[in-house]
């Protein structure tokens, strides 16, 4: 699950500074993301990516 919150914190991170996911990033994180949603669920992946993203910068989010 720690994955999944990782990739939702890292979002936030780009969003809050204004720098978008690079294009040469996108293909590894989208299969990241698939294989996350694979395993673990489309449904518990999304939530834990969730809660990543609601993690402040200071916060652990695993």
């Given at each position: 699950?720690?994955?999944?919150?990782l990739?939702?914190?890292?979002?936030?991170?780009?969003?809050?500074?204004?720098?978008?996911?690079?294009?040469?990033?996108?293909?590894?994180?989208?299969?990241?993301?698939?294989?996350?949603?694979?395993?673990?669920?489309?449904?518990?992946?999304?939530?834990?990516?969730?809660?990543?993203?609601?993690?402040?910068?200071?916060?652990?989010p695993?």
């Open positions: 699950m720690r994955p999944a919150r990739l939702g914190a890292a979002a936030r991170a780009r969003e809050s500074a204004g720098a978008p996911l690079p294009q040469a990033e996108r293909g590894d994180v989208g299969r990241i993301t698939a294989g996350l949603r694979a395993t673990l669920g489309t449904e518990t992946c999304a939530a834990e990516y969730s809660t990543g993203c609601a993690a402040g910068v200071d916060d652990d695993a």
